[in-house]
């Protein structure tokens, strides 16, 4: 069983930027993102390959967000630039066991804030 905690949430003017973090207790495969806006079903923002050198993202952060990570640390990274209203949400972090296998993982989830 992995945990797996975020943490650098919090409130920021719209333009700004926000480095979320997602630390896990273990060894994980594939690490994402994902964020549920108040009212509105959850939704994937990126996911990291083990290896670090496959990413991809929803089509509404590319070029505003990066996912990376530090196997040596255990954790994943959101780096959020550009912020907009609209990115207010919680943010989840996820992490698969096996790659494609689906997420095993959640964490609690840490919530972001843009103000306009």
């Known amino acids: 069983q992995v945990s797996l905690v975020e943490s650098g949430g919090g409130l920021v003017q719209a333009g700004g930027s926000l480095r979320l973090s997602c630390a896990a207790s273990?060894?994980?495969?594939?690490m994402a993102w994902f964020r549920q806006a108040p009212g509105k079903e959850r939704e994937f923002v990126g996911r990291?390959?083990?290896?670090?050198?496959?990413?991809y993202y929803a089509d509404f952060v590319k070029g505003r967000f990066t996912v990376s990570r530090d196997n040596a640390k255990n954790t994943v990274y959101l780096q959020m630039n550009s912020l907009k209203p609209e990115d207010t949400a919680v943010y989840y972090c996820?992490?698969?066991?096996?790659?494609?296998?689906?997420?095993?993982?959640w964490g609690q989830g840490t919530q972001v804030t843009v103000s306009s």
């Open positions: 996820a992490a698969e066991e096996v790659a494609g296998r689906g997420y095993d993982y």
């Open positions: 273990g060894r994980t495969s594939t």
């Open positions: 990291i390959s083990w290896s670090g050198l496959t990413t």
